[in-house]
C-alpha cells in the first residue's frame, strides 16, 4: 500500500523572530525535505495576525457579493492581469498546452491585484507598464474598506514569501540574500478566488473544474483559504490528494522558477480545484494566493552543483518574464503553451 499523502508542516518562526543558528537550520532543514518531497508545506509560525486574515476574509465576501455587471466594469483589458476575471473566462490547464475537447473553462471567478511600476521608483531595470499594469480598485463606496483591508494583506503575504525565501538560500546553501538579487522588483500578484455558481447553473454531467491543473509560475506561493475541500495536489505516486491548510497555517507552494533554478531538485506541484458539490450546487470555497513570482528580467538557470558533470540542465535559459507570458497567454488568452512540455508530461502520466 501507499504512504499516506501528507503536507509537512514546517515552523518559520526562527526566520521571522530571529532564532538562534541551530533553530534556522532544523527550519531550513524540513525546508528542503518538503520541497523535495511534495512541493506544498504547511507553513507555521508565520506572524500573520488572525485579524489580518479575518479582515481578508470579509473583504473576499464584500466584493463577489456585488452583481455581476458591477464586478464586470472591474474587468482589465485583454492581457492585463489585473481586476476582475468573470467565472468560465480563464482555463488553465491551458497554461500547460493541455485542452481535453469537451472541457468546459474553470468556472472560478477571480480578482487581481498586483504590483506596478510606481511601487518600485528605484527599479534597476526600466518596468514594462502591460506587466506591472495600475490596480483597478472598486470605488470605496461601491465596498467600503476594501482597497485597505487587502492591502494590508498583501504587505503580510510579501512578508512571508520574502522569509521563506531566505529559508529557501539556506536550504539550498546559496548566500543568505541571493533571492533579493531576483526579487528587488519582483512581479508580485495577489488573485482571490471565488469557487461558486448560482444554484442550476452548475451542469453535474459536464466536466466541472473549478480550476484546471497548472503549476504555478514564479518562485513561491502563499495561499489563505477556507477550509473546505477542493485544492487537489498531485503526489509522487501518481494521484491527485485533497488538501487543505491546517489550523493556523499558510499552504505555501513552489512555481516553475524554483524547479528551474533547482533542476528539479525541488518540485513546482501540479494542483487544481474541484470543489465538492452538494445537492446540485458548488459548496462556496474562497481561496487567496499571493504569488511571489521574481524580477521580469531574472534569468532562471540551472543553479551551480544543481547539474550533474557531463549532463545537461534540464531546462534552456528563460527569463521569468519570458515564462510568466507564454503561461498567461495560456490561460487568460487560451492559446496553447507549447513551452510547458516537462509539466504537460506529469499531468498526462497521472491518474485522473
Ligand atoms: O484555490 C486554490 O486553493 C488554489 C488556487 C491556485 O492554485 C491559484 O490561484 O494558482
Ligand atoms: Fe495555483
Redesign the pocket.
Known amino acids: 500500500m501507499n504512504a499516506p499523502f501528507e503536507v509537512p508542516v514546517v515552523d518559520i518562526s526562527p526566520y521571522v523572530r530571529g532564532g538562534t543558528d541551530a533553530e534556522r537550520a532544523v527550519t531550513a532543514d524540513a525546508m528542503d525535505t518538503a520541497c523535495r518531497t511534495v512541493g506544498f508545506v504547511q507553513v507555521v509560525g508565520h506572524a500573520v495576525p488572525d485579524e489580518a486574515a479575518a479582515d481578508l476574509a470579509s473583504a473576499v465576501d464584500d466584493f463577489f457579493a456585488l452583481p455581476l455587471e458591477t464586478k464586470k466594469q472591474l474587468c482589465a483589458p485583454k492581457g492585463v492581469n489585473r481586476g476582475y476575471t468573470p467565472p468560465k473566462s480563464e482555463n488553465?490547464s491551458l497554461s500547460l498546452g493541455l485542452q481535453a475537447a469537451d472541457r468546459m473553462n474553470d468556472f472560478?471567478e477571480?480578482f487581481n491585484t498586483g504590483a506596478a511600476v510606481a511601487d518600485y521608483p528605484d527599479a534597476s531595470v526600466p518596468l514594462d507598464p502591460a506587466l506591472y499594469p495600475e490596480n483597478l480598485w472598486p470605488a470605496e463606496s461601491l465596498v467600503p474598506g476594501f482597497r485597505q483591508r487587502v492591502q494590508t494583506w498583501e504587505a503580510q503575504a510579501g512578508r512571508v514569501a520574502r522569509t521563506l525565501t531566505a529559508v529557501f538560500a539556506d536550504a539550498l546553501g546559496l548566500e543568505p540574500d541571493w533571492f533579493r538579487g531576483v526579487t528587488g522588483h519582483s512581479l508580485d500578484v495577489l488573485?482571490m478566488?471565488n469557487?461558486a455558481l448560482p444554484p442550476g447553473t452548475v451542469d453535474l454531467d459536464g466536466d466541472l473544474t473549478?480550476?484546471g491543473e497548472?503549476t504555478?509560475y514564479g518562485i513561491v506561493?502563499v495561499?489563505w483559504?477556507d477550509q473546505v475541500p477542493?485544492?487537489q495536489v498531485l503526489g509522487r505516486d501518481g494521484h491527485w490528494h485533497d488538501v487543505v491548510p491546517a489550523d493556523g497555517a499558510l499552504?505555501v507552494n513552489l512555481g516553475d522558477a524554483m524547479a528551474r533554478w533547482t533542476n528539479e531538485r525541488w518540485m513546482s506541484t501540479l494542483?487544481?480545484?474541484k470543489p465538492p458539490v452538494v445537492d446540485g450546487s458548488i459548496q462556496r470555497?474562497r481561496?487567496v494566493?499571493f504569488?511571489h513570482d521574481g524580477d521580469v528580467d531574472a534569468v532562471v538557470t540551472a543553479l551551480p552543483g544543481t547539474v550533474e558533470d557531463g549532463e545537461e540542465p534540464l531546462y534552456p535559459p528563460v527569463t521569468i518574464g519570458e515564462h510568466i507570458s507564454a503561461k498567461l497567454a495560456g490561460s487568460r488568452d487560451l492559446q496553447e503553451n507549447t513551452d510547458a512540455v516537462r509539466e504537460a508530461a506529469r499531468v498526462l502520466a497521472s491518474a485522473r
Open positions: 488553465l472560478f477571480a488573485r478566488n469557487y473549478g480550476m497548472h504555478d506561493t495561499l483559504a477542493g485544492l499552504l494542483h487544481r480545484v470555497r481561496s494566493a504569488f
